[in-house]
């Protein structure tokens, strides 16, 4: 199959568009050279949408817009979309000579869809162009699935640069494995041999039944052919059971993996339990510090009403009123002693003098009235001496000659100051360690690493059970297939013997040999093109990053293992894991490779059509990879950008037959450099080849680019 032409109308950015392939055997290669958002993608999509309708589109098109975004569809005005594909078909005949003879013949495909209000009607029609006209092919679909390219092989053919990279990145191992299953078993026709056998194995169980019916006199063959029957179904039964343990198995066992990989990825950035009772314990340590400063501030603040401050403020001010205190002390004015002398001896019989004051005696009497007198004329007269004298006692505590070292202010101010200071680190430390914490916890999110061991064990457990059940399900399908081998000798036996049964039993062997046949078919695929796939894509990858400086080095093999991974391998046979040991390049040339060599092995003559292939290469492997795609390939259909081609052109002027340049005509004024004669958004083509660009296509970081 060969793509000639390709109409567009009304198919979101492609209005009206035409595209030429070339279809030349030696120059293969077309190249629609267009910018991001210029209709690479959906091009690619309508392309696969006129082929196989809306199940290849985004969700199968349920919310993918196919009309133009500008369009008003709420008015009920009648809109069609259409996208027609011209292409060629090579069929081999088998002449009498048994020469073989091929014809090449053209056909066209419309698809359509009218939009008229909320109810959309979609229409597929399919010609065979002749010398004499168009004849149409129904069922389109029926044909195109099984005459022209399969619905599963469309990701081969029709290929997106990021997408295609699902062979060999995907969330998981049994994905990536699925698509290169997928894409292997479609392609060298393992499951149409499987369906053969399905459909053998039915009409050799009709046959069986048909057996019974050969032994009119007695009931041994029919016991014998129900017995039959019935291992059949447990067979049957049985495989299916085993078939699913080994399924869950190798889900469980390349899960497993996966698992200690985000355990350790989890125990790289934290285990959460341990950071949260971390996290817990820091902020206890600071609700302790803030306790403790908050004594500190509380002490801070008393420490301004403390007597020391009044007394340390005062102390040149005081040094010298007690200085004269101490000297009227010294001089014995201070403390005034007379009265309380006087009032004392009032209160006893004899003076100082030692006369007596027996109030009783009238010299006695005199004695004591003259005390009492001179008591009130001290009074009197002594009022400044009573207030220096309380002033003194009254005024120690604010003697600074009196205090202790202790009871400075400043000792004081100094002492909950370092306090202070002594918290402040370990403050600021545990605050830090905080923050680090809580964005440890955020960088985990919500893995949960107890989770993770509970789901390894949860897994190894699975992989123990299901383990179990495959060897069950092996011996107890060993046991029936031999007892089966016997009944079916045994039923043969008795057919044998019917006068009836010669047809019978020469339908039993054929469907026998033909089983064994389509079953040897099917291991010898599976074995050895599985190992053609492996060999080629090896050979055409190595060929591809030969010289990358990046890669070359490291890598030594790729291969398609048993079980459909694509391995890479390094120096001594090292384990690569293309997700995360491969660059960007590497990876996206490996998927070219795996797809090349398919095809190639497979002879199913398509065209490959790729989106953006070069992206993420420069040097040597961009254009190694270019180089390998057109040699590989019957016809070459490449979406590429300015940036791709760059460094590439000397290839595409030897090789390429044809060239479109696509423009999006919503890119002016920003981009493009001259505005373009229409007014909607679409996808304009101009016949510009790789090297050239005119008004229309002209962008402005080419022409800024050619003024530097």
Known sequence: MKLISAEFKNFRLLRDLRLDFSTDSEKKLTVI????????????????WAFYGNAVLPEK???YRLHPIDWDTSKGSKITISVQVDFEKKTSQLSRNINSRETVSQYRIIREQTLNGANPTSEVKLFKITDIGAEPIDPPDAWIQNELLRFELREVFFTDGDRALS??????????????????????????????????????????KDAKNLDSDKAELAETATELEQLDKKILDLEKKRDDAKLQLDKVTHRLPEID????????????????????????KLKRIAELEADIEKAHSQLFRNLSLSRDLLAPLLAKSFEKLDALRAEGKLPSATI???????????????????ELSNNGKQRRNHIQHLIEESQKADELQRRLTDLYYRSLDLNPNKMNANEDWVAEYAEISNRRDELERPREEAEKRRKALEVKLEGIGDIDIQELRLHKQQ????????????????????????KHRSLTAERNNLIAKQRKGNLTLARLYVARDVEQALQNSC???????????????????????????????????????????????????????????????????????????????????????????LGMMSGYVKRSVLKTAIRESSQLILFLTRAEIAGCEDILDAEVGQVITLTNSAHYPKILVNKPQVEAQQALRCECNHRQECELCKRRVDVEGNQN
Request: include cysteine.
């Open 61 to 63: 098109g349920k919310k």
């Open 523 to 613: 291991n010898r695929i599976t074995d050895e093109e599985l190992a053609k796939v492996g060999t080629l894509m090896n050979a055409i990858f190595l060929e591809m990053i030969g010289a990358d400086p990046e890669q070359g080095a490291i890598i030594r093999k790729a291969e398609i293992s048993e079980a459909f991974d694509i391995l890479v391998s390094g120096p001594n046979n090292t384990s690569l894991n293309p997700d995360r040991d491969l660059n960007g390049a590497s990876r996206r040339a490996l998927t070219i490779a795996f797809i090349l060599a398919l095809t190639k092995v497979s002879e199913v003559k398509a065209p490959n059509i790729i989106d953006t292939p």
């Open 167 to 208: 062979f060999i990145e995907a969330e998981s191992l049994t994905d990536k494995r699925n698509q290169v299953r997928k894409a292997i078993r479609s392609l060298l026709g393992i499951e149409a041999i499987e369906a053969a056998l399905k459909h053998l194995k039915g009409a050799a169980a009709e046959l069986n």
């Open 459 to 482: 897994c190894v457990e699975q992989q123990t059970r299901f383990n179990n059940t495959l060897r069950e399900c092996e011996v107890d399908l060993q046991v029936l297939q031999k």
């Open 261 to 284: 990989k985000d355990i350790e990825a989890a125990l790289l950035r934290g285990n959460r339990e341990e950071l949260e009772r971390e996290l817990k314990q820091t902020a206890s």
């Open 340 to 358: 309380p002398v006087l009032e004392e001896r009032l209160l006893g019989s004899t003076c100082i003098c030692g006369e007596s004051l027996n």
């Open 33 to 48: 050279r267009a910018e991001n958002d210029t209709g690479k993608t959906t091009i690619l999509n309508a392309l696969q």
